[in-house]
T-cell receptor, first 117, second 114 residues
Framework: GAVVSQHPSWVICKSGTSVKIECRSLDFQATTMFWYRQFPKQSLMLMATSNEGSKATYEQGVEKDKFLINHASLTLSTLTVTSAHPEDSSFYIC?????????????FGPGTRLTVT | TQLLEQSPQFLSIQEGENLTVYCNSSSVFSSLQWYRQEPGEGPVLLVT?????EVKKLKRLTFQFGDARKDSSLHITAAQPGDTGLYLC??????????????FGKGTLLTVNP
């Protein structure tokens, strides 16, 4: 159980275009999902917290108009990178929060590799 | 702002050796989670510790949560090449209002050589 999927697993786009990444909790409902960004051989950097039915909470320094987050249902959150630039190239990972036997736990998707040319 | 100091950042050992990874903070966390991540994949949850002083074992891996819930350690016995990967500790705490978030350590890149 507690499986999170992401689509697409990788995407290449041109500068100035927009890209949408989907994050789904497959076997549970998630009122809270998170979006992270990760650079090679580095840890995860939280971008925003996505709450179902309400606006996302962005971390300091993350442009909310550039990284649009929508959490329209209890199993789906989307991240849209608008007007992408090469510096947006990165590994984007989502997670979903679930109550476990030992408290709340986060389960991660497999990630989406974005390359902006 | 909650910070987690994870050490060592890099570790290269021979098969059969033991190792310990540490996560330390000045903040108290409601829980602490350990993940293992392989290149190009998302982190996989290994364990969650919640109670101060708690010890959990997962085969050759032993996880401990400090009494004050500010630090944690991961000990691997008789490491194997299959243990190679990026190990991440993450503490859960409030981020403001009713939101919770994970604070990640910088990670430990472990290489176990055959």
């Amino acid at each position: 159980g507690a499986v999170v999927s992401q689509h697409p697993s990788w995407v290449i786009c041109k500068s100035g275009t927009s890209v949408k990444i989907e994050c789904r909790s497959l076997d549970f409902q998630a009122t809270t999902m998170f979006w992270y960004r990760q650079f090679p051989k580095q840890s995860l950097m939280l971008m925003a917290t996505s709450n179902e039915g309400s606006k996302a909470t962005y971390e300091q320094g993350v442009e909310k108009d550039k990284f649009l987050i929508n959490h329209a249902s209890l199993t789906l959150s989307t991240l849209t990178v608008t007007s992408a630039h090469p510096e947006d190239s990165s590994f984007y990972i989502c997670s979903a929060r679930l109550a476990g036997s030992g408290g709340y736990e986060q389960y991660f998707g497999p990630g989406t590799r974005l390359t902006v040319t | 702002t909650q910070l987690l100091e994870q050490s060592p950042q890099f570790l290269s050992i021979q098969e059969g050796e033991n190792l310990t990874v540490y996560c330390n903070s000045s903040s108290v966390f409601s829980s602490l989670q350990w993940y293992r991540q392989e290149p190009g994949e998302g982190p996989v949850l290994l364990v969650t510790v919640v109670t101060g002083g708690e010890v959990k074992k997962l085969k050759r891996l032993t996880f401990q949560f400090g009494d004050a819930r500010k630090d944690s350690s991961l000990h691997i016995t008789a490491a194997q090449p299959g243990d190679t990967g990026l190990y991440l500790c993450a503490g859960e705490g409030r981020s403001g209002g009713s939101n919770y978030k994970l604070t990640f350590g910088k990670g430990t890149l472990l290489t176990v050589n055959p």
